[in-house]
Each structure stands twice: as structure tokens, then as C-alpha cells.
């Protein structure tokens, strides 16, 4: 496998859950610590309630915004069985950060396909590093669920070697004053959980 | 200083630097945040109008009254201006015109791939190319200067992966407005009858030749010697991909797809072995650059469909054909975009199906509900074809289609490009049923405003047309208004006009779940009554995201196998599916 240097995040999830807000807040984060990033990821159509996915790629000097399949480190899943749905992207040694929450998409709704069983075991199974929690859970506690992905933001954080002063100041500029202080405290459950 | 910017802010932040304070647009995945981004800096003009093709022809008036203006758009929505794009490069400008054609290798967002360099050849107007946000900041800045240069529009094509990526980005201080705009009379070269036109027509090819000097010492078209082995030719984000995978080999990289610097491409060749070119779509700088008798790899080995990334280039180039593979191996359930809770499409699709007739349909967040279960529509081709595809299979049919033709369009996509047809059917006498979605706002884009909302681009309150008054002046005689969440009085209004002969229009009026100026605030959410719930599953056949099954919640007495559930933090309470409940266990 060719190696560069770079490294990347794959986001993944379901529409209106803040990924995209989440991995803009990282490459802010990135761009604060000094390395070049790239990110990517399609708008349009994806909104309505479709799959999301966000490439974040970085490094010492990044050329492209999408990762070569095969070669990404760090997958977060924003819900439980999106996290399967990328794994050949995934490098065989890659990290996996999953979000346990489920949400059914229409099949499911409807009857007609099933939610597939034991996803983390799974993943578990095949991965070397997982690391799985109910960010909404955790979300709730910190004052609201809509901050389930600043919760993703503060495990994804462990990962990376990056000050956590960093952090913290570039989500203090990302949210209304108002709502710094709960955006905080759900970091803080993130990078706890 | 440094920001992370997309393509698209880039493009709106380069324009704003090089002092250009007029933009024209109509919105469209993936453009739509330039001119989002460009109207909010201080002391521009920018316009949605309500088509493409009225947004070049108001940037090229802006652009002949001495201004320097840009008009934007998808890249189908340059089928829409092609008509005076074509003519607007024999006339030039006065000051200058950039045209953006935000193209979509993949269709993430569109009904078709097309590849729009073509247009540059067709059209003999120069293009440029960025590769990444940085990139496009400054070439937005020399599509103009070269504007300028050469009295000539210029097209400036980003794509998905530019428009929608982030990098980081340098920016400068901007450039000051300069006001050249005056009235200058140039019959000869603004009037174009033949004998004019045949006297341009010989200025676009004396430009031609000058712009393939030019392009020959442009310095974004540029040689990266490496390993002389293998060079490749590349453009755009391609460049990107190449360089990831393989950054030691030799490139030209070209920042002005068209006209194609043909001493700077030969003297390319002479030093490297090999060549490949890359590039999304067809083959368009491969067969210029083949025409010149130069030997190089390109579609052979590299797909005409879908957009790249480093994999698929390195793979081709190696030979490789086996893919990364998943360990999971089971099949997962997909999870397609679906119309929002409380969408007040929803009802008129479902009723439209109940109906039984075949609905052409049109682009918007509506063309969803072509999906199971609700399968409300049968056609979609392009902006505006609907109510002529009604009218024309409903003439065709005769007799046979007498009640089962329908077409269905937005309010947005009515006024983009669906008043001359309707006028067509009034004319012509059509029988088919046309159905106006007004949600008030060009909801699939992101709510931006037209000239059915009274407010401009620019947050101003403007004159809102009345559709009734439109449609009524156009010559349709049959118009109904309804709430397209009122089930009963849209199947009877639906019924009741497919009856009538001549055309007829239902305007289906409730604004967009999401919008906020909205006067319809979300109700309480919406409950089953497990007691009463048969397990009869149609209220799960109108596809609405709350609304699950749960399998095995039998009960005594009844057949049932399971019961919907309503999730609470998703119903907005539009009490749809309370009306389609046979057992009254919705409430």
C-alpha cells in the first residue's frame, strides 16, 4: 500500500445529523495545529435523509480532498450501521469510533429489510480498535442531543495528536455564545467516553 | 490571511477581490453557495433570475454596458443559455463576462453527466479550470482579466468535487470598484443581423488565433519535470488525484482547458517517454491532443463515466482489477433521500396514485416520490419539460388519454421554464391536468427565493407574482387552488378536473416543511393507538420517516402482525396519515 504521509478521517452518517458541521470544526482544528487539510463531500440531494459521508485528509501538504480506497485510518460512524457500509475504504488496521445510536432507513421502516445484528462485535472482530458509545446519550447529558457530534468530535480527538486547547478554541468560535458551554461539556464526554 | 474555504466561496471571495460587483444567477447542486456567498459582501448587485439563460442575458446587458459581470450556473443549466452564449461570443463586451459552469461527473445531484469543455470548443469561447478552492479564488480573477484582454466571454468550469471540497485558502485584500460602465452605441458590433454577424464571425477566429498564442505562455498552464519516464496531462481536480498516487512523475498540469497550448504540449512530449491523459468524462483534451499527432494513453484504460479519485487513476495506470473489498458481506438495507416529514408533496403524490394516471414529473425535491412506495411520478427530463410531455403524450393518446395525463412542476421550476409551455397547452388546446407544487421557495437547492416569494437574493422585498393571475392570463380557464395536505378535497379537485375537457391547473399551495418564513408551525406529533392499529400498513405507504413498522405486536381477536409507530421527535403533526387510517388509530 502506497503511504504519502497523509492521513484520513472518513465521516459517516445519516443527513441531519451535524457530520458536516463536525468535520468542518476538524479542519479547523487541523488548520489552528499548522498542517495543510483538505476536506470533501457532496450536498444536493444527500440532504434529504440520505447517506452523508465527509472525507478529512491531512498532512504536511495534501493534494487530494478524497481518500484512495483502502487507505483511510479513522472511520466515525454517526450511526451504528453506516459503519459497515464504508469498511472497503478502510485500511485493515483502521480505527474505528462508532456511534450507537439507530436509525432505521425506509426498508426497515417498511418491513421489508431487517436492521442488521451486532454491528460492533463485528467490527470488533475484524478491526483492531473500536471504540463504541450512545453519543446522543451522552449528548442529553450535556444539555442536548443536537450535540451528539461535538461528543464524536472529543473521541476523535483522542486519536489525534493535536493540544486540547486547540480544540476548545476553535469550538468556542464555531457556536453562538449561548451554546459554548454545552458544546464544551459535550467534548468533554467524548473524549471520556 | 488563512481561511478553509469550498470551491464555491472561493469563486464568490476571487470574483469580490478582483473588484466585480454584479452577478446574475439561477440556482442549481452544485453552484448554488456562489452566489449565496457572493451577494452577502458589501456593494454588489446579484440576482436570482428566474432561468440561466435570464442570467447571461442580464450579465451580458451589464456586461455591454461597460460592467464586469458574472452569471452562474449548473451545467445543464447552459443548455438553458446556450442560445445567446453562442451569439455573445461573436459580439464581445464593452466590459467583461464570466459565465460558471459547476459541472457533476457522478450525477450526485443531476439528471445527466455531461461534460461542458465541449461548450468551449462549440461555443469558441476560452475556458479555465481550477484544480482545488485556492485555485479558483485566483483563476475567477483571470477569466476576467483575460475578459478583458480579448473582448470575449469566458467560461469558468468547476465541478462537484471543486465546488464542494474545502482547503485552505489565502485571502488578499480586495480590489477597489472601478465604475466603467457608460452607454456606448456600437450597432455593428451589438446588432446581430447577418451582414454584422458575418463580419464578427471573422473576429471570433482573428481571437481564436491570438487566445492560442496566449495560452502558450500562461503561466497555469505549467510543466512539472519529474521522473521522464511517464508525464501526464491533466486538468482540474484530476490533478489532485494524479499527484496523491503519483507524485514523482512528470506533468502538465492545464490551468485553460480551451484553446489547448499546442507548442507548450509538444515540447511536453518531446521530454517524456509516456503519456497519459487524465481527465473525468470524455475525451476531450485526449482527442485535441491525439489530433495533433501526438501519441498518448487516455480512455483506453481510464472510464468516460463518474468522477475519479487517486484509486481509480492509480489502478488504471497499474493495471489493477481487483478493488478493496469489505469484510462485511451481508447486504444493507439502502437509504435513499426521502421527502421530509410533514413535505406537503406527499399528499398530492399520494392521491395522485390513487388515481391511477401517468404523471410527468419535473425537477425539485418532488422527483423523490418517484421511489416505493409512493411511485407519484413516471417522467422527469429536465427543468420544465413536464406540462410539455403532458400535453404532448395527452395529444398523442387521443381518446385514450382522456383523464390520465398529469404533469407535475414546482413553483419554482414553473417559473424557470414552464410559462411558455403551459401557454402551449392553452393554445393548442391541451386535455392534460397540470399540477403546481407552490411550497413558496426553491426547496431541493436550499430555499432560495424566486420570483414567486417576494424577496430578492439581496433579502429585499420584491413583487411576488400571483400564479392564479399568471396562469389565468396565459389562457387556462380551469384552475383550482387546494392544500395538498387536505387528502379528500385534493382527490376531488384531482377528479374532478381530469373530467373537464381542455387543460386544466391545480395549484397545490402549502410552503415547504423546512421553510422558515412558513406560516404552518409544526403541530404536536402525531400517535398510533396500539388498541386500535390493525397492522394494515397504509399509512407506512406514504414513506413518511416517522412513521416505522414494529413487527409482532399481535392482538387478540385480530389478524394483525405488527402495528406502526409514530417517532415523536421527527412528526412535524401535518395529520396525513390520520386521514388515510381506515380505524381512526392515528391521532
Known amino acids: 500500500m502506497y503511504d504519502n504521509e497523509v492521513k484520513s478521517i472518513l465521516f459517516a452518517g445519516v443527513g441531519g445529523q451535524g457530520i458536516l458541521r463536525a468535520s468542518d470544526i476538524i479542519c479547523e482544528v487541523i488548520m489552528e495545529a499548522g498542517l495543510d487539510v483538505k476536506k470533501s463531500e457532496v450536498h444536493g440531494m444527500a440532504q434529504r435523509g440520505g447517506c452523508v459521508t465527509s472525507h478529512v485528509r491531512y498532512g504536511e501538504k495534501v493534494y487530494s480532498p478524497l481518500a484512495e480506497s483502502g487507505s483511510i485510518q479513522t472511520l466515525v460512524s454517526f450511526e451504528k450501521m453506516e459503519a459497515l457500509r464504508y469498511l472497503n475504504l478502510l485500511r485493515k488496521d483502521a480505527e474505528i469510533i462508532v456511534n450507537t445510536e439507530e436509525i432505521y432507513p425506509p426498508a426497515v421502516n417498511l418491513g421489508d429489510a431487517s436492521y442488521p445484528d451486532d454491528v460492533i462485535s463485528f467490527l470488533k472482530d475484524h478491526y483492531g480498535r473500536v471504540i463504541s458509545f450512545n453519543a446522543a446519550e451522552l449528548a442529553q447529558k450535556a444539555g442536548n442531543t443536537k450535540t451528539a457530534n461535538v461528543v464524536l468530535l472529543g473521541a476523535i480527538s483522542n486519536l489525534m495528536d493535536i493540544d486540547q486547547s486547540i480544540w476548545e478554541n476553535v469550538i468556542k468560535k464555531s457556536f453562538p455564545e449561548k451554546l459554548i458551554k454545552m458544546n464544551l461539556d459535550a467534548f468533554q464526554m467524548g473524549i471520556n467516553a | ?587
Open chain 2, 1 to 587: 490571511m488563512k481561511v478553509l474555504m469550498s470551491g464555491n466561496e472561493a469563486i464568490a471571495r476571487g470574483a469580490y477581490e478582483a473588484g466585480v460587483r454584479f452577478a446574475a444567477a439561477y440556482p442549481g447542486t452544485p453552484s448554488t453557495e456562489i452566489m449565496e456567498e457572493f451577494s452577502k459582501y458589501e456593494g454588489v448587485y446579484a440576482e436570482w433570475s428566474p432561468n440561466e439563460k435570464v442570467a447571461v442575458e442580464v450579465a451580458i446587458g451589464a456586461a455591454i454596458g461597460g460592467e464586469r459581470a458574472l452569471a452562474v450556473m449548473k451545467h445543464v443549466g447552459v443548455n438553458v443559455a446556450a442560445d445567446p452564449i453562442f451569439t455573445v461570443s461573436y459580439t464581445g463586451i464593452t466590459g467583461a463576462l464570466v459565465i460558471v459552469s459547476a459541472d457533476d461527473p457522478s450525477l450526485h445531484s443531476s439528471q445527466n453527466e455531461q461534460d461542458n469543455r465541449n461548450y468551449a470548443r462549440f461555443a469558441k469561447i476560452p475556458m479555465l479550470e481550477p484544480a482545488d478552492a485556492g485555485e479558483a479564488k485566483e483563476y475567477i480573477k483571470l477569466a476576467f482579466e483575460l475578459s478583458e484582454k480579448f473582448d470575449t466571454p469566458v467560461f469558468f468550469r468547476s465541478t462537484t468535487r471543486v465546488s464542494h471540497s474545502k482547503s485552505v485558502v489565502d485571502l488578499k485584500d480586495p480590489e477597489k470598484y472601478k465604475d466603467n460602465t457608460r452607454i456606448v452605441y456600437d450597432a455593428e458590433k451589438y446588432v446581430m443581423v447577418p451582414i454584422n454577424a458575418r463580419v464578427r464571425r471573422l473576429e471570433v477566429e482573428k481571437r481564436q488565433k491570438a487566445l492560442k498564442e496566449f495560452v502558450e505562455t500562461f503561466p497555469e498552464n505549467k510543466i512539472e519535470m519529474g521522473n521522464p519516464e511517464i508525464g501526464i496531462i491533466t486538468a482540474g481536480m484530476p490533478y489532485n488525484y494524479a499527484k496523491e498516487v503519483f507524485p514523482d512523475y512528470s506533468y502538465l498540469k492545464l490551468g485553460i482547458v480551451y484553446p489547448l497550448p499546442e507548442k507548450l504540449i509538444r515540447e511536453f512530449a518531446s521530454k517524456v517517454k509516456k503519456i497519459y491523459v487524465i481527465e473525468e468524462l470524455d475525451p476531450f483534451l485526449e482527442e485535441q491532443i491525439k489530433a495533433m499527432g501526438i501519441s498518448v494513453v487516455g480512455k483506453e484504460i481510464f472510464p468516460y463515466t463518474n468522477e475519479f479519485d487517486p484509486g481509480i487513476i492509480k489502478n488504471a495506470i497499474e493495471q489493477n482489477t481487483e478493488g478493496t473489498v469489505s469484510p462485511y458481506k451481508e447486504s444493507l438495507a439502502s437509504r435513499p433521500p426521502n421527502l421530509c416529514p410533514g413535505c406537503p408533496h406527499r399528499g398530492l403524490f399520494y392521491a395522485l396514485k390513487k388515481q391511477k394516471v401517468y404523471v410527468h414529473g419535473d425537477i425539485g425535491c418532488y422527483t423523490l416520490s418517484y421511489m416505493k412506495p409512493l411511485e407519484g411520478l413516471h417522467s422527469c427530463i429536465c427543468m420544465g419539460a413536464s406540462i410539455g410531455m403532458a400535453h404532448g403524450m395527452s395529444k398523442a393518446l387521443k381518446e385514450k388519454g382522456k383523464g390520465k395525463v398529469v404533469g407535475v412542476i414546482g413553483d419554482s421550476t414553473f417559473l424557470h421554464s414552464g410559462i411558455t409551455p403551459l401557454l402551449n397547452m392553452a393554445y393548442n388546446n391541451s386535455d392534460a391536468l397540470i399540477v403546481i407544487l407552490d411550497n413558496s421557495t426553491t426547496a431541493m437547492t436550499g430555499m432560495q427565493e424566486h420570483p414567486g416569494t417576494g424577496y430578492t437574493l439581496m433579502k429585499k422585498e420584491a413583487k411576488r407574482v400571483n400564479l392564479i393571475d399568471l396562469v389565468s392570463a396565459l389562457g387556462i380557464e380551469n384552475i383550482k387552488v387546494i392544500d395538498p395536505i387536505d387528502l379528500k378535497a385534493t382527490r376531488a379537485a384531482i377528479k374532478e378536473e381530469l373530467a373537464k375537457d381542455g387543460p386544466s391547473v391545480i395549484i397545490a399551495q402549502r410552503p415547504c416543511a423546512l421553510f422558515k418564513r412558513s406560516n404552518i408551525k409544526p403541530k404536536p406529533a402525531l400517535k398510533v393507538d396500539p388498541d386500535k392499529c390493525e397492522g394494515c400498513k397504509t399509512c407506512l405507504s406514504l414513506n413518511c420517516p416517522p412513521i416505522s413498522w414494529k413487527k409482532g405486536v399481535t392482538k387478540e381477536g385480530s389478524k394483525r402482525k405488527g402495528i406502526s409507530v409514530i417517532d415523536a421527535t421527527l412528526c412535524t403533526g401535518c395529520g396525513l396519515c390520520e386521514q388515510v387510517c381506515k380505524f381512526g388509530a392515528i391521532s
